[in-house]
């Protein structure tokens, strides 16, 4: 794990490998960001005009490393381009320096020690590049062997992720900056906990695997922790969960853990699809659908996460994350299309489409969740390949039953740099879910899928309670190039969202 440490500027240049510094596109060329003034003085104040002729541009992500001058005690200065300089009088972004961060985090793997000289002068500065540079630091290596093992561990693989960042003109004596520090550190350690749940390939994870982690994790943070097995499930009624469990060789699991505060005034809860593998069972995927799935318990590694970032942190209100944990394959003993499931709340529903997996265990566990009269419910899941086609993969959909919730968070998500959108829950879509045999159909109409899968979640929602949907079949899991502080495969979606959200309910915030 990489770790951070603060420390003032002025003094001389800490002994590190490499210091990094920021660079912008402003209106007469190149700008260094501020925090880099120590480093472009020891460049006689032309670390600008080095860069230009070197062909830089400033633009987001790009990486330029160049030799030191001999005023410097560090060997290499890496400079990260942050985009457009903010207008006069104007501070940079969070959410470019959280992304200029992991830019350089990513580009020093390999390295021991590094100083951060990018803007730190308030405490959502330190925030934003400590994220950034601990989440870009990420690397997940458990499965390289033999030539494939990384470099330092004497195989030809990919490099060691950066061992030591220090913030360079931090403030370790300011109570916020380093408060600021120690969450960053907290709630990026759970969020590359959850990373690495979604990386693991699900011969390794599976329900009861991902079960007894949660379990560890619970005993290690001080959070109380319930597993339902397969048992429980049937004594329960739990017919979602266990009918999208059926035809796997390892049984569903339905987790819930509990964080609780002696003066919390509200309780969160949260509801996480974990799909460990969806294969889509006997409707099955074809192949160029499949080898992506095991990043369909995206959603419960989110809660799980946020769960656990809570009681780290310490908030004041009480949050239980219910993890619906099952593996959906095709077997003899599958549900099949056409099969009618007794739902935990008594509903029936009738399985048109046993790729409509996700809404079924999410249903027993929100209907659960609901009877504990939470202040809010919200659930996270890999729900819909439609809401990918409506927002790309890198934006999440936000559905609820509450439009002022769903404007906070989409307002939250914004806030913490990750993208999101409103989407609507369109009554008129309900009826194609009409069952003649049962109470309501898994599927209805294909266009608007998303919206279709969100009126479906909606109506195991207790009465009255304020519930919200988030679906991040889109950004959980990154296929393409790394970029910022993003990773290829398990990103981490809505950690972040759920966690702001968590605070901003203990101060009161919320309704
Ligand atoms: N897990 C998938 C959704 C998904 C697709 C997540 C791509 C991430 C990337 C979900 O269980 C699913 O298969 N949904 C179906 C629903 C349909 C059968 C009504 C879909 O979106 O095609
Ligand atoms: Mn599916
Ligand atoms: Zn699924």
């Not at 160049?66 to 207008?87: I, M």
């Not at 006997?282 to 656990?308: Q, R, W, Y």
């Not at 209805?444 to 279709?452: A, K």
Request: aromatic share 4%; hydrophobic share 45%; charged share 20%.
């Amino acid at each position: 794990m990489t770790a951070l440490t603060l420390k003032p500027a002025g003094a001389s240049t800490p002994r590190v490998d490499v210091v990094v510094v920021g660079v912008a596109k402003g209106a007469k060329g190149l700008v260094v960001a501020p925090g880099g003034e120590a480093v472009d003085a020891a460049f006689d104040g032309k670390l600008a005009t080095v860069l230009e002729s070197l062909g830089a541009s400033g633009s987001e992500g790009e990486v330029t490393k160049l030799p030191a001058p001999a005023a410097l005690k560090t060997p290499v200065v890496l400079v990260v381009g942050l985009g457009a300089a903010p207008a006069k009088d104007e501070t940079y972004g969070t959410e470019p320096l959280r992304r200029a961060a992991g830019s350089a985090a990513r580009a020093l793997a390999g390295t021991k020690k590094a100083a951060f000289a990018l803007p730190l002068e308030a405490a959502e500065d330190v925030a934003a590049v400590a994220e950034g540079a601990l989440l870009g630091a990420y690397a997940f290596t458990v499965y390289l062997g033999g030539e494939k093992k990384t470099k330092n561990g004497n195989g030809n693989g990919p490099k060691l992720p950066l061992a030591e960042i220090t913030l360079l003109g931090a403030k370790p004596r300011d109570k916020d900056h380093k408060a600021a520090a120690e969450r960053a550190i907290a709630l990026t350690e759970e969020i590359n906990r959850a990373r690495d749940l979604i990386n693991t390939p699900p011969n390794d994870l599976y329900p009861e695997s991902f079960a007894a982690i949660a379990v560890a994790a619970g005993k290690e943070h001080g959070v109380k922790v319930e597993v339902l097995d397969e048992k429980a499930l049937v004594k329960g009624g739990f017919g979602g969960i266990l009918g999208v469990g059926q035809g796997s060789a390892t049984p569903p699991r339905l987790v819930k853990l509990s964080y609780t505060h002696p003066k919390a005034e509200k309780t969160l809860a949260l509801v996480g699809k974990g799909i460990t593998y969806d294969s889509g069972g006997i409707s099955l995927k074809s192949p160029g659908h499949n080898e992506t799935m095991k990043c369909d318990m995206s959603g419960a590694a989110a809660v799980f996460a946020a769960v656990v970032s809570a009681a780290r942190l310490g908030l004041r209100v009480n949050v239980t994350a219910w993890l619906a944990l099952a593996e959906n394959m095709p077997s003899g003993s599958a549900v099949r299309p056409g099969d009618v499931l007794r739902m935990y709340s008594g509903k029936t529903v009738e399985v048109l489409n046993t790729d409509a997996e996700g809404r079924l265990v999410l249903a027993d566990a929100i209907t659960r969740a609901s009877e504990e009269a939470p202040d809010a419910i919200v659930d996270v899941a890999t729900l819909t390949g439609a809401m990918m086609m409506a927002l790309g993969s890198r934006t999440f959909g936000i559905m609820s039953n509450d439009d002022a919730f769903r404007t906070s968070l989409h307002e939250i998500a914004s806030e913490v740099g990750e993208a999101s959108w409103p989407m609507p829950l369109p009554a008129d879509l309900r009826k194609g879910m009409d069952s003649s045999t049962a109470d309501i159909a898994n599927m209805g109409e294909r266009m608007g899928g998303g919206l279709v899968a969100g009126l479906f979640l909606k109506e195991f929602v207790g009465e009255g309670i304020t519930w919200a949907h988030l679906d991040i079949a889109g950004p959980a899991f990154h296929e393409g190039a790394p970029f910022g502080y993003t990773p290829k495969g398990g990103t981490g979606s809505a950690i972040r969202t759920l966690v702001r959200l968590a605070e901003r309910t203990a101060d009161g915030d919320l309704g």
